[in-house]
């Protein structure tokens, strides 16, 4: 069992230690399009990278995922074949959002051998993520 003090160690020393292993200026949350985000998760069980539509205008909400949604067999068949689509997600927060993610499981922030393998799969994925953004976001933003 850890800390909080030193669980909050070992989430920045990964971050940290991603940033330098793979430098990048991540889009992120700056998309562009109010109320969408993409990005990196990584806790105790799982890690994630996802494009989140967490605007709190339902109607603006819809209207994106419908757009998104519209472009599924692209993203799918060209960026992320194992991205899962979920209209209603529900945060920690509980907060309601819309997500399209991929995951891995079998890995923990608190597990350093599990860092690497964790690094190369958000790497990959979110750049994979952040193409489909990029050539399509005239589409979504439109």
């Known amino acids: 069992m850890f800390s909080k003090e030193d669980s909050k160690r070992l989430r920045q020393d990964f971050w940290i230690s991603f940033g330098k292993s793979y430098p990048n200026k991540w889009v992120l949350y700056d998309t562009k399009i109010k109320g969408l985000s993409l990005k990196f998760h990584f806790d ?14 339902l ?12 472009l ?4 799918i068949d060209e960026y992320l074949p194992k991205a899962e689509f979920q209209d209603f997600y529900l945060l920690e927060n509980k907060k309601e ?13 608190h597990n350093k051998n599990t860092w690497q393998e964790t690094m190369q799969f958000l790497n990959l994925h979110m750049i994979h993520l952040e193409n489909f953004f990029t050539e399509y976001q005239d589409i979504i933003d439109s």
């Open 44 to 57: 105790l069980k799982m890690a994630m990278v996802s494009l989140d539509i967490e605007t709190s205008d």
């Open 59 to 70: 109607d603006q909400r819809i209207k994106l995922w419908e757009k998104i949604v519209s």
């Open 72 to 75: 599924k067999s692209i993203l």
């Open 97 to 109: 959002i819309s997500r399209i993610y991929v995951s891995i499981t079998n890995v923990s922030i």
